[in-house]
């Protein structure tokens, strides 16, 4: 089953410090998803590039976390999101086109609050030392779709139901957060690994 792409409502959680080199590639990403009704809240954590002047011209909502950690920034960002999905995403992922309706279709398919993938994938102009370390790295995710109790918060989807229902991220752990984050939401609600949702990964190794 499958919802409409007209109905949909979608947050999009950017946590960011000094993100200049990679952060329009991420929202360029996030504007081809072609929703109709979205919100970019980028929380950035006290850069000093460019980072904030290239999300200015995206009309990003735009938080300060000077202080706090990433946990702090996801869920400043959840505090101050209008909409019923959060998609948290990092600021070295591109999103792949049409991720956000193959993501919903899939928590309807699954009966899931939570889904996204343990994998990454390969851009097209990668170099063969990324590719071989991608598939060593996630040979065991490929062609997946299964039941799990975490997936990494470099792109995720959650309902902001279930996400205020544990109240966010544990603002106390440094790292981690989201495999806490996700076993608190497994105690309540199912969450779905699936290899089709893997994102783009720009930090990924190009040389020996």
Known sequence: MSQDISMIKVSFIVPTKNSGHT???ALE???????????????????TDDTLEK?????CIVFHNNEGN??????MGAAGSSFDYL?????DIIIPDNWIQQAITRLHETKS???????????PNETWVS???IDHLFVSEQNQIKNTKWVPTQLMLVTSIAFKSVEGFDETLVSC?????CHRVSEKYKITSSADLAPYHLGNPKTI
């Open 113 to 123: 609050v939570l889904c996204g993938s343990k994998a990454v994938k390969p851009l």
């Open 131 to 133: 590719k071989a370390w």
């Open 87 to 91: 998609c948290f995403v990092d600021s």
């Open 23 to 25: 952060i329009i590639e």
């Open 29 to 47: 990403s996030i504007k081809r998803q072609n929703l109709a009704h979205y919100e970019v809240v980028v929380v950035d954590n006290g850069s």
């Open 70 to 75: 990433v946990s702090t920034s996801r869920n």
């Open 177 to 181: 957060e989201d495999v806490e984050f």
């Open 55 to 59: 999300c200015a011209t995206y009309k």
